[in-house]
């Protein structure tokens, strides 16, 4: 049994890095670009440690999931990642008022809305943009040690469509419906969302390469679609330098995981259940160290980065979507601005942004509820 507090401290560790990578992100090409940030905070709710800086104002609060990087003038207050409108905290004191009214004055760098629309745009790419960095920076330390699954195939089940197809153990994956495969894990997860579709796969034997199409078999004992290959025992050690290449594959595969995820549940062959929140995360947490913690304290580090790799590609991923309250919905506006040459009014912006805002927190509240529902079954 491992301890709720180890689950606890990973948890607010990890989540803290994934935000702090991406709000840093937005702030580090904003100020780059003259725009002007009010506050960097990390977590919801109410603050628990304010540091006034020359221009802009540090801030972590109670609830250890979420942050916001709030420049000057934006349209549509609301958190870039989990919700900033439940961040501010309406009880400093009329003094403090002051002084924040006094900094304000004093404070260097233009309004949001007088940068140039470039300068914009690229402050709102940053965020996600820095999840990516940040996930293969940890990829290289995971990679490093553990190596990379290749996509050979160890072995065929007979009578499933992979032999029919003409696939045999040993082959060597290369591409699946015009995507590369470097990982065993991306002929796993494209497999996994299939839903009868034919595969058009590339594959290699005695260094010849072949093509084939395939159609997966459904099985109704599993509820879902099979091509019949067995794999992922083949590892490629990399302490060397092809830990660069693979620990981009590594990432590659977490984002393309991610993308295929969201089209798999958008066209409705996901369940409730499929979809965790923060405490889904913390259940995941906690279940890693238990299942991990027999083989030694550096296994369950490896495997906490790894986690960080998946939330920090998923956060970058699932923030770029075109929605409004996300970096993605912004982009929207921006890119707009850009090819047209207006920009939308403020106002309608705003509103736009703020209806988002309050169906993302809808979503939020079902998926916690959901979380806490499984969390007691």
């Known amino acids: 049994m491992n301890s709720p507090v180890l689950t606890i401290i990973s948890f607010v560790l990890i989540f803290t890095v994934v935000v702090v990578s991406h709000e840093f992100g937005h702030f580090i090409i904003a100020r780059i670009n003259g725009i002007q940030v009010n506050e960097f905070s990390v977590g919801m709710g109410p603050a628990i440690f304010r540091k006034k800086g020359k221009s802009t104002e540090f801030v972590i609060r109670l609830l250890p999931f979420g942050g916001a990087c709030i420049f000057e003038g934006e349209t549509g207050n609301y958190s870039d990642v989990m919700g900033e409108e439940l961040n501010k905290d309406h009880e400093r004191s009329t003094e403090e008022r002051r002084e924040e009214k006094r900094q304000k004055e004093e404070r260097r760098g233009m309004a949001f809305n007088e940068a140039p629309v470039w300068g914009r745009i690229a402050s709102v790419v940053a965020g996600p943009l820095f999840n990516i960095i940040l996930a293969y920076v940890l990829a290289l330390f995971i990679v490093w040690f553990c190596g990379a699954d290749l996509p050979v195939l160890v072995d065929v089940m007979e009578g499933y469509p992979a032999e029919a197809a003409g696939l045999k153990a040993g082959d060597i994956i290369t591409e699946i419906n015009h995507h590369k495969v470097h990982l065993y894990r991306e002929v796993m997860i494209y497999s996994y969302v299939n839903v009868g579709d034919e595969m058009e796969i590339v594959y290699e034997r005695d260094g010849e390469k072949f093509e084939t199409i395939l159609t997966p078999q459904y099985s109704a004992e599993a509820g879902r679609y099979y091509i019949g290959i067995v794999g992922g025992s083949e590892y490629i050690e990399c302490d060397n330098l092809k830990v660069f290449p693979y620990s981009w594959y590594e990432v590659r595969y977490w984002f393309v995981s991610t993308i295929q995820s969201l089209k798999y549940m958008i066209s409705g062959h996901a369940s409730a259940d499929d979809i965790a929140g923060p ?24 495997n906490m980065v790894n986690i960080a790799v998946l939330l920090s590609v998923n956060l970058g991923v699932v923030n770029m979507l075109p929605i409004p309250a996300l970096d993605g919905g912004r982009l929207l506006f921006l890119l707009f601005e850009a090819i047209s040459g207006r920009r939308v009014p403020e106002e309608k912006e705003g509103l736009i942004h703020f209806i988002g805002f309050a169906l993302l927190m809808v979503l939020m509240v079902f998926v916690m509820f959901n979380d806490i529902k499984r969390f007691f079954v």
């Open 279 to 302: 405490v889904g995360v913390a259940n995941i947490i906690d279940d890693t160290i238990e299942e991990t913690s027999s083989y030694g304290a550096f296994t369950v580090v490896l």
